[in-house]
Each structure stands twice: as structure tokens, then as C-alpha cells.
């Protein structure tokens, strides 16, 4: 039985006054679960009801109108504008809540704590309306909405506030940086005379440290709101006044604050990034470059290395942290030759900082990425784990933090972004790994990009929705197993163009025709496939566009659609790359192989390909084929026809045509042919393209397989093809995994808070 205005039966439009459901028509874009049965909802359009009085967020002051229902239904609700303290008033930045006009207080409190993504004890909040310029009332029931002052023109705002204890408070303290203490944080006891000095005392004490030296630590004030920002709090500043007016200021700002004790006089060396200099120079020309930029005759710095020339920037080490401060306030303002130096003063990691049970997780984060979608994890990854162990990749790149984890003999890294992003961090990681004591990390991914085939083959999805909780991301990363993947040395060479010849003597001929092979030679290390003819011609075709246009560039669908626009205008109207099979040639270990028709040939070395196809077809052991895997020292080669066979491939309706399987692979052309590398593509001249197996070698992180049975979560055990599960939490609560086994217990997860994640130092 439905009512008017609710697509539910009565028994649920009489639980609305009470429990504050609202049921409207919904389609579910993704997979969707029935609340009651836990059965999958299907359907093609309408496929079921959601409250939008549960989830606000999800919908937008703008859409208030756009609802397909009656008049008198979009009458029932109102767009209210919330503030979560002085600072956003100030500002006039406030977030939209959508809420029916009869609700209760408790309701309106209730929406505007998860618009602001606050899981904080409800009962400690209250709502105020803005009454005038400075002046605040306190919203009360019956009706709230009816007694609420409306601006003319202009929505109701409103403010959600914390109730102050006027006598007391407690707070956390970390000791992220302080070695061998024997708790993450403790919660201290505050009143109303409770100074800075008073509440480092006390935590040097529940550290098992000397209360009586506090004079020799500082009380750090560490704000996750954008980026990482420290302040070092006044010995003298009251505690109390402190944290509320951190609340009074923002409670969205409140929530992803944290206070560390910290050593004035830390032992070890400073180290400073500096990048976005000059490639592959020498070191002393580098270090005529800093001197200059710093104003110095001599150098104030102690030491500078480890230098990455091929992507210019190096690291530079200062013995106290005042003399660091002072050169990075001078070269943060630094431009040379037109670029602006990227600069970062970098935490100092230490072994004998991290507990014997702790395995520490290196985040690394593109944060353009996947739309926003790299924003938010960095800003969740950030606030569940230790703010320095979560770098964006963006700024600095994954050099930065992979030089801080330089002394950690054991640690995880975990990757968010696209396929490009993953070969990024491989890349760096083979050129930092001869100065660390991990010489080969395993590697984790979290799918931000657009085809995501790495990923995907290591079952970590074909993309992230946003919907994942980051925790539970945590978790898998410590259940997941290790395994080893092959990577490739892509070897372009170009073949010798003769120069043309005038009359001299015979020296002068030789030194025209002479070239040195070392000019006309580049490598690319290839981590999952590589193409040339039609298929890297639609890749080039979509980069071009992407590079001109990046601002429209900014979905998964969108991308695909671009994609197959290409494709389409390939198919009728540029067929470039027509007879390809009698334009170029193949050599497989060895043995020239006879080209079928074809377009295209794709060599691979994962059974994923341009967003989750297979152009091998079955995985399966087939006549001459072994079955192929990505650590099993052997390329698969599969000619494309044409671009409707690479649509249908796409699609993944059919496969391509199987030609070989082998460990080197040569191809000689005659003429410019577009290639492709893990989906960079570019014009490659006439030559030879050789493909043969890498020693730099990579660990991954395969996600371990789960299954759906009753609602319950069956863990599968580890394949044999992977090597011994690492142990240890990963700079996460040991709750979340048993040490010795490294699998997740979940029945002891229940009380674990978001603070309580920041195990790591």
C-alpha cells in the first residue's frame, strides 16, 4: 500500500514523524543491497527507495527543484545553510542540508553532523540559529523550522556548536616523534588552569618519560584542514581556552587536529627537498645554484645528497632546525630559469621510532586523480594514520616520501592513483632503493585512473567509487598477499640515417656519417603492456585532446566516450594504419614470426588491457600457449585487425588473434609508426623496438579474495603463487590485525576510533 507522497507501505509513513525516514524513488547507479533482506536490489529504472532524510549530503542545494514528485511535495522541504563555527560565518563558506520542515531538533543536529562528516557522540552538539550580526539563539522544538528567522531572500543558517564544559576537558596527545614510548597517545584530564607545560608534563609521564625535563619538549599543534600545517604552542597558553576555541573557530577544523609532543633539540640531521631544478647536472653546479638562490659564500648546509638527476631535485641536510627554517623561507620564494622551486622540509623516520609488531604504510596519493576522489583519501588517510607518512605525490613526487622511509628495514606502500601513477612510483622506487635499507617494498594500489589494468589484475578493483570507508582499505592492505611482478626493458633504437655527402676529404665524409647509437637509443621500463599500429594511434588521438582540454578530462565515462569517438572516426574516415602486417616485422626469441591482417599488435604482460579487457581471450593452457600470468617471465603478442575488432575487444565481446608468446621481443619498422607504453603514446621513428626482460623487479600487493555469504565476509587463503603473507599492522591500530598472522580480527574492530588509527610513530 503506498501514500500519497511516499512510495512505502503505511506501516513505514507512520515511523516518519518518529524516525525522521522520508522514502523517495530512487536508481541505483551502482550495486545496492536491500536493508531488510540483504538480498542485491535489480531493476532497470526505478530499482528502489532511499531516505533522504538519512543522507543529506548527497544532495545538492541545487536540486531541490529537480525532484520528479508534485508541488506540494518539494513544499514539504527546505534548504537550510550550516555553519560549523565563527571562522565559516565569517567567510560565508557553509554546507546546504535539505531537511522536511516538520523535523525535530535532533534531527536537524543529526543531518548537520554528517554533512560536516562528524562521528562524534551526537547528545554533545546543539543547533543555534543566527540571530542579527553577532548574536546566536539556542533552536528548540516543538517545530524548530517554524521559529527559524529567514534573510529576506535568503535561506535559514544556522550553527551546529559543542557543549563546553565550563570546569574541564580532555584531550590527546601523540608521541609521534619521541622513540621507544610505549603507547600512541594518551588522553589527559584538563581544567580551567591547566597550562601548556602542565599537559606536556603529564604526557611525558604517561610516556614513561621524565615529567621534570619538560623544558626540553615542545607541544606541537598539527592541523590536517589543507595539507599539513604545525604550530608550536606557548608553554603558557591555557589548555582549555586553547581547545575551545579551536571548536568555537571549527568544529570541522576541531575534528582533524592533533597535538604532539616533540624534542627541541632534535639529534638527528634536517633534511630539506628541493626539486624543480635543472636535470642531470653535475653537483657542483647544483650547488653553485643553491648558494645563489641563498644569498651564501659559503655553504650553510652540511651535507647535500642523495641528488635525483633525472628529475632535478636533491636533498639537502642542515645540523639545526633553525638554520633549515631560515633556507627554506629563502628558496620557497626561489624561481630559477622561470619555474618556482618546490620545497619541503621532510619529518625524520627513524627504526628505533616504530615498535618491533609495527610494519609502517607509506601512503602516496595523486590527488588529481580520479576527479576529487584523491583530495578526500588524502585528507582521510592523513587523519587515520600519522599525517607524515601520507605524501602527495603531486608535490615533490614519490621521491619525498620514499626517502623519509629510507631507514624503515620493512614497510608497505600503498599507491592511489592511476596506472601512470603506479609506473611513477616503480620508477622512483628503482632509483631509491640503493640508499635504502627496504630494498624492494611491496606495493598496494588504490584504482584512481581511467583504465586501472594493474588493479584490476590484482584484484583491487576497476576503480574507486569514493564509497569505500578508508579503513576498511587499511584492512585489506593488510590482508593482502605478495607477488611478484615481471617488468620490461622497451628498447627504442632508430635506425641510422645517412647524411648527405659533398665533396671533401674523406675525414670529413666519416665524421658526416658517423652517428653515435647512444643518441638514437631510449629505454622505457613496461610494467603492463605495450602497442603499436591502431590501437596506440587511438591512444595518441585521445592524449592530444586530453592535453588540450584537461578541465573536460575529469570522468571515467567521460574518457571512455572520447575513446570510442575515436575509435568511430578511425573506422570510417583515417584508416593510417591499414596493412601493417606487410609494413612491419616480428622476431619472437628469436624466430620471425608471419604477421595475420592486421591493424595493431598489442604485446602484453597482464591479462588486463585498456580498462579491463582480455585481447588474449582464456587464461587457460591452449595448444602451444601456456598459460600466461604477470610473473611468469613471458609476453603475450595479439594482433588487432581492425578498429571494429578493437571495439568489440573493448567491449569485451570477442578477443584479439593470438600470434606468440615468448620472452623477447623484437619489431623492425620502416617508416613512423605511433607506440604506446602503459598508456603513454608517442610517434616512434624508423628503427627497432626490443622488449626484453628487466632486472629491476617489483613486490605487489594482491587484495585477498572475498566472498559473499549471508551478510559475512569470508576471507580466502593465500594463493600459492604468493610468497608469505608480511605480518603487522600498518601504521594502524594493532586491533585491526593479528601480528603473527597479519589477517583482520574483526570482532575486536567495534570500539576502534579514527584517532585511535595513528600507530605508526
Not at 557543549?163 to 610505549?182: F, I, Q, S
Request: aromatic share 8%; proline share 6%; charged share 25%.
Amino acid at each position: 500500500m503506498a501514500a500519497e507522497g511516499h512510495n512505502v507501505d503505511a506501516n513505514l509513513v507512520d515511523m516518519r514523524p518518529n524516525h525522521g525516514h522520508y522514502f523517495l524513488k530512487k536508481t541505483f547507479g551502482k550495486p545496492a543491497y536491500c536493508h531488510h533482506c540483504c538480498d542485491k536490489i535489480w531493476g532497470m529504472l526505478t530499482t528502489g527507495y532511499s531516505c533522504e532524510m538519512s543522507s543529506p549530503s548527497k544532495v545538492q542545494a541545487d536540486e531541490i527543484s529537480t525532484y520528479g514528485e508534485d508541488v506540494k511535495e518539494r513544499d514539504d522541504f527546505e534548504v537550510i545553510r550550516v555553519f560549523d563555527g565563527n571562522n565559516s560565518y565569517r567567510s560565508q563558506i557553509s554546507r546546504n542540508i535539505i531537511v522536511a520542515k516538520h523535523v525535530s531538533v535532533q534531527q536537524v543536529r543529526d543531518a548537520a553532523l554528517r554533512r560536516f562528516h562528524i562521528n562524534d557522540t551526537p547528545e554533545r552538539y546543539y543547533i543555534t540559529q543566527v540571530v542579527g550580526e553577532v548574536e546566536e539563539e539556542i533552536l528548540e522544538d516543538p517545530v524548530p523550522l517554524r521559529n527559524v528567522k529567514r534573510p529576506e531572500g535568503k535561506r535559514a543558517q544556522i550553527f551546529i556548536r559543542y557543549y563546553d564544559d565550563p570546569d574541564k576537558d580532555e584531550v590527546k596527545v601523540y608521541g609521534g616523534w619521541l622513540r621507544k614510548v610505549p603507547v600512541t597517545f594518551c588522553a589527559i584530564s584538563v581544567s580551567k588552569d591547566t597550562i601548556v607545560q602542565d599537559l606536556v608534563t603529564d604526557a611525558l609521564h604517561h610516556f614513561g618519560l621524565d615529567g621534570s625535563c619538560w623544558n626540553r619538549y615542545n607541544l606541537i599543534e598539527v592541523s590536517l584542514d589543507r595539507g599539513v600545517a604545525e604550530r608550536t604552542c606557548n608553554p603558557q597558553e591555557n589548555v582549555l581556552q586553547l581547545v575551545r576555541n579551536l571548536r568555537k573557530d571549527s568544529l570541522r577544523r576541531y575534528h582533524v587536529v592533533r597535538f604532539y609532543v616533540q624534542e627541541k633539540e632534535d639529534p638527528h640531521d634536517h633534511a630539506v627537498f628541493v626539486g624543480n631544478l635543472p636535470v642531470s647536472l653535475a653537483q657542483r653546479q647544483y650547488e653553485r645554484i643553491l648558494l645563489k638562490l641563498l644569498g651564501a659564500k659559503e655553504k650553510p648546509f652540511t651535507a647535500i645528497g642523495p641528488i635525483y638527476f633525472e628529475y632535478g631535485s636533491l636533498i639537502i641536510t642542515f645540523n639545526t632546525p633553525k638554520a633549515a627554517t631560515a633556507a627554506v623561507q629563502k628558496l620557497q620564494s626561489a624561481i630559477y630559469e622561470e619555474k618556482k622551486l618546490i620545497v619541503l622540509c621532510l619529518p625524520n623516520v627513524q627504526p628505533q621510532m616504530i615498535p618491533k609488531d609495527v610494519e609502517p604504510l607509506l601512503v602516496l596519493v595523486n590527488v588529481k586523480s580520479g576527479g576529487c576522489q584523491g583530495t578526500e583519501l588524502i585528507q582521510s588517510f592523513r587523519k587515520l594514520l600519522n599525517p607524515f607518512q601520507v605524501f602527495d605525490v603531486l608535490n615533490g613526487g614519490p621521491l619525498v616520501g620514499l626517502y623519509v622511509f629510507r631507514n624503515i628495514p620493512k614497510y608497505k606502500i600503498l599507491a592511489c592513483g592511476g596506472d601512470g601513477t603506479i609506473g611513477w612510483v616503480l620508477q622512483c622506487l628503482d632509483i631509491a632503493k640503493q640508499d635504502a635499507a627496504c630494498f624492494s617494498p611491496p606495493c598496494g594500489i588504490v584504482p584512481l585512473g581511467t583504465g586501472n589494468d594493474l588493479a584490476r589484475v590484482l584484484r583491487w578493483g576497476g576503480g574507486y567509487t569514493g564509497e569505500e570507508n578508508p579503513m576498511d582499505i587499511l584492512k585489506d592492505v593488510i590482508e593482502a598477499d605478495t607477488v611478484k611482478l615481471d617488468r620490461w626493458a622497451v628498447v627504442f633504437h632508430e635506425e641510422e640515417r645517412n647524411q648527405p655527402t659533398s665533396s671533401g676529404t674523406q675525414t670529413e665524409m666519416n665524421e658526416q656519417t658517423m652517428n653515435n647509437p647512444e643518441d638514437q637509443t631510449s629505454m622505457i621500463i613496461m610494467n603492463n603492456y605495450f602497442g603499436i599500429g591502431i590501437d596506440a594511434d587511438v591512444c595518441l588521438k585521445f592524449h592530444n585532446k586530453r592535453d588540450a582540454n584537461p578541465e573536460k578530462f575529469q570522468s571515467r565515462l567521460f574518457n571512455k566516450t572520447q575513446y570510442a569517438k575515436i575509435g568511430l572516426q578511425k573506422m570510417f574516415f583515417e584508416r593510417t594504419c591499414k596493412d601493417l602486417w606487410k609494413r612491419v616485422e616480428l622476431e619472437v626469441d628469436g624466430r620471425t614470426i608471419e604477421l595475420p591482417n592486421i591493424e595493431g599488435i598489442v604485446v602484453l604482460n597482464l591479462l588486463s588491457w585498456g580498462s579491463g579487457a582480455n585481447p588474449w581471450g582464456t587464461s587457460k593452457e591452449e595448444g602451444s600457449f601456456s598459460k600466461p600470468t604477470h610473473y611468469d617471465g613471458l609476453l603475450e603478442v595479439v594482433g588487432i585487425s581492425d578498429v571494429s575488432r578493437l571495439g568489440l575487444i573493448q567491449s569485451k565481446l570477442a578477443a584479439g588473434i593470438r600470434i606468440a608468446q615468448g620472452g623477447s621481443i623484437r619489431i623492425t619498422t620502416h617508416e613512423e609508426w605511433p607506440v604506446q607504453v602503459d598508456g603513454e603514446p608517442h610517434i616512434q621513428p624508423p628503427g627497432t623496438i626490443t622488449i626484453l626482460k628487466s632486472a629491476l623487479k617489483a613486490q605487489m600487493l594482491k587484495k585477498a579474495k572475498k566472498t559473499r555469504r549471508g551478510g559475512t565476509t569470508v576471507i580466502s587463503q593465500p594463493n600459492p603463487e604468493c610468497s608469505d603473507s608480511l605480518s603487522g599492522p600498518l601504521g594502524v591500530p594493532s586491533t585491526l590485525g593479528d601480528p603473527h598472522h597479519g589477517k583482520t580480527t574483526p570482532e575486536n574492530n567495534a570500539g576502534d576510533s579514527d584517532e585511535e588509527g595513528d600507530a605508526f610513530l
